[in-house]
């Protein structure tokens, strides 16, 4: 992509009211726009990042087995009220009547709506274990939607839904999605602790994927001899050592990226999802739910990865992966600017993302402040003085050396 006809440009200025580094960031930069409080655009760049999110989130939900679907937003209330949670979500959820005064809500999670489905398709122990999963926009009413994409009003989540025959299937699925969490967080770039928290409807416990950040909300417990980690609750319940190894705890901030419930038998029973098991018998299906925000996963990265001048992305979600910058002193058609399209061309033709600033009316403190807030991992830089020597300049946004490569021996010599 050449940056002189990049839709967005970059700002000198966030809103004001933008406190959080990610908003910061993401708004100069050109990444997302903003609507209202908790209300974000995705632009082109931003849209870039999110799709290699939301792609190594499908990778790794399709190799755990799961079927991706999309279901809708609007909700019925009769299903939240089979399962008596209709006046309960009135807080977070979104709840309004249309034209013929009929009662509907905005998804802020699909249990209800998706158990509902399953009943057309699940009957007998030989229709399961099942496991479905959808990237779609929810809604919630958030009223601290102050942290940029930490905390949207209207954002996405990757909701994976896994239905069982009994509890043994559902214990080891349930791990197996703990493992394809850490791969997903890890394959992001970023560094999630698996936390245990209280709040599964089945069991004692669920766990939380956090992220260690100051501007996270939320309060986690981390031994500092073996790595457990458990959250606030579970804190306030247990003692001030460590279950596993008996060590003391650091209080950290984190961000919750992601987390994992087991649901048991409350949807299925209520929306009447049974099956017939080996021996005839009818019982309700057991179920368990797993939650990732790509958005704030795109978020946290920022606020894990940056310095003051502008994000440093992972390598695996960087919108390119080169920038390359043109410093051509005397305007088209200067060899400068030959060399450069030519590696722009020769690297596009190798399937590697370059973003190409070719601006014509941008000074080299201007080029070179821009591809620091944008933050690609490899940044190019062809000049007249690098030209002198046949050469590239060659520096990573995570290293503060630069280093030389000559022409012929760019592509193999890149990062
Ligand atoms: P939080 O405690 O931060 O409000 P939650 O417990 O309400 O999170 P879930 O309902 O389990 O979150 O949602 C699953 C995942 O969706 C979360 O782990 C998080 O990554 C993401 N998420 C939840 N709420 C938001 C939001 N308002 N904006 C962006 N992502 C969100
Ligand atoms: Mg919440």
Not at 75 to 101: C, H, L, P
Not at 192 to 208: H, I, M, P, Q, V
Request: aromatic share 10%.
């Amino acid at each position: 992509m050449r940056l002189s006809k990049l839709f967005t440009k970059t700002l000198r200025e966030a809103p004001a009211d933008e406190a959080s580094k990610n908003a910061q960031f993401l708004i100069r930069g050109g990444f997302i726009s903003k609507v209202m409080a908790g209300v974000y655009e995705y632009m082109p760049l931003g849209w870039r990042v999110l799709d290699k999110i939301n792609n190594i989130i499908r990778e790794e939900m399709n190799a755990v087995g799961g079927q991706e679907l999309f279901m809708s937003v609007f909700q019925n209330k009769d299903i939240w009220s089979a399962t008596e949670r209709w006046d309960g979500a009135k807080e977070v959820m979104y709840q309004f009547k249309d034209s013929s005064g009929k009662e509907l809500g905005l998804g802020f999670t699909h249990e209800e709506p998706l158990t509902a489905a399953a009943q057309h398709f699940i009957s007998s122990y030989k229709d399961l274990p099942k496991a479905v999963y959808q990237i779609q926009t929810k809604f919630r009413r958030e009223e601290r939607a102050k942290s940029g994409l930490l905390r949207g009003r209207e954002f996405l989540m990757k909701d994976l839904y896994s239905f069982h025959a009994d509890q043994e299937d559902l214990d080891r699925y349930y791990e197996e999605v703990a493992v394809a969490y850490d791969k997903i967080f890890k394959r992001v770039g970023v560094k999630a602790l698996r936390t245990s928290a209280s709040g599964g409807l089945f069991s004692k416990y669920s766990d939380e994927f956090q992220v260690l950040a100051d501007v996270g909300e939320d309060l986690i417990y981390v031994c500092s001899e073996c790595g457990y980690a458990e959250n606030k609750e579970i804190h306030a319940e247990g003692g001030s050592k460590c279950p596993k190894c008996g060590h003391g705890f650091t209080e950290e901030k984190s961000i919750e990226v992601g987390n994992i419930f087991k649901l048991g038998t409350k949807f299925s029973s209520a929306l009447g999802l049974d099956f017939t098991d080996e021996a005839g018998a009818k019982k309700p299906v057991i179920m368990a739910s797993y939650g990732i925000g790509p958005g704030r996963l795109m978020a946290t990265a920022v606020e894990v990865s940056n310095d003051e001048r502008g994000i440093i992305w992972p390598e695996t979600i960087a919108p390119y992966r080169v920038h390359l910058v043109l410093l051509d002193e005397q305007g088209a058609r200067s060899k400068e600017q030959e060399v450069a399209n030519k590696i722009y061309e020769d690297l596009s033709k190798k399937g590697i993302d370059v973003l190409y600033d070719d601006r014509q009316d941008k000074t080299a403190g201007e080029k070179f402040a821009d591809a620091d807030l944008l933050g690609c991992p490899v940044r190019l830089v062809v000049s007249k003085r690098t030209l002198e020597k046949d050469q590239v300049e060659i520096k990573m946004r995570n290293k503060k050396e630069v280093a030389f490569a000559s022409l012929k021996d760019l592509l193999s010599q890149l990062p």
